[in-house]
Each structure stands twice: as C-alpha cells, then as structure tokens.
C-alpha cells in the first residue's frame, strides 16, 4: 500500500515497478481563485512491447451520485519492438492521461486499471487508488493485487476524460 498526498500544483508517485507500470497523479488548479482543481492520472507502461489496460475512473463530489468512465488504453513502452527496426528510432513510452474535475468540498475517486487476464485461469492484475479529501489537499492510497472480475461493460460514459498521450522525439517531426 503507498499512501500521497496531493496538494495544489503538486504531483506524486502512486505506483512504481521497474520494466511495468508507472502510475503518477497531481492536483492542478483549474481557475485563479483555487476553487476548482483538476484531478490527474498518468499512467505509463516503461516494460519491452506493449500492454493493454482498462482504466475505470469513478467518484466525485461526495453527496452527488458518482460518475463514471470505462477506457481501454493501450499502452507501448521502451523496448524495440518488430515495427520499430522498420523505423527507427524506437517510440517513447506513451501516457494514458485520465481527468476529473474537483469542485469545492469534499470529493472521493477511484482510479482502477485492469490488465489482460492471463490465459487459463481468468485472473488479471489490478490496480487500485482511491483518493478523498477536500481540494486542495487530497490524500492517495495505491494497492495493486490480483483478481478475477471482469471489466465493466460502460464503455462511453464521459464525466471524466482521458486520452493517450506520445511524445516525438525530434527525428519524427
């Protein structure tokens, strides 16, 4: 379990694993009087290949029903793969970005992203942070495990928003 806390215009680390996923998170104001803050997920795949994930992104404002958001993110990292000897240089790692808005007052989210399960038995890797807090101090706790739930079919439901994020390297442009 790895406990953060997120404060205004400030960022954490919420998961590491070396050759697997990095997860970082910050807390951005969204106007000037610091009354509404946007809520960041960056997830990252630094391993050979690539990964494909599904983000779920449920929560807000606490006293109002929850939003929620399904995503398949597909997720390339560091190692060369066949295509990449075709044109070279190798990508960068992409980044999945995930955002919420967070108004004034107290507000709880649950970030959770699944992996592939593996074959034969149906369990998958899961990742889990649930953040609570009132802006602009949030508090993060991470634990990553396994299980053998599915993945929500609910996919479409935009309150939060994501997208997948490349950086070019100079040689691209």
């Known amino acids: 379990m790895n406990v953060v806390q997120l404060v205004c215009a400030g960022a954490g680390t919420l998961l590491y694993e070396p050759d697997g ?18 809520l960041t997920f960056q997830l990252g795949y630094l391993g050979p290949g690539g990964i494909k994930v599904a983000v779920i992104l449920e929560g807000g404002p606490e006293g109002r029903p929850p939003a929620r958001t399904v995503e398949e993110a597909p997720l390339w990292g560091t190692g060369p793969t066949a295509d990449d000897f075709i044109r070279m240089p ?4 992409s980044v999945f970005l995930t955002y919420a808005r967070v108004p004034s ?16 038995d149906g369990r998958r890797g899961e990742l889990i942070t649930e953040v609570a807090g009132q802006g602009p101090l949030l508090t993060a706790t991470t634990l990553a495990g396994v299980t053998s739930r599915g993945v929500p079919d609910e996919r479409g439901a935009k309150t939060p928003s994501s997208c997948l994020v490349h950086s070019w390297s100079d040689s691209d442009s």
């Open 21 to 38: 996923v990095l997860l970082r998170s910050c807390l951005i104001p969204a106007n000037h009087d610091h009354t509404e803050h946007l």
């Open 90 to 93: 190798p990508p960068s790692p």
């Open 105 to 120: 007052g107290p507000v709880s989210f649950r970030y959770t992203v699944l992996s592939d399960p593996d074959s034969g």
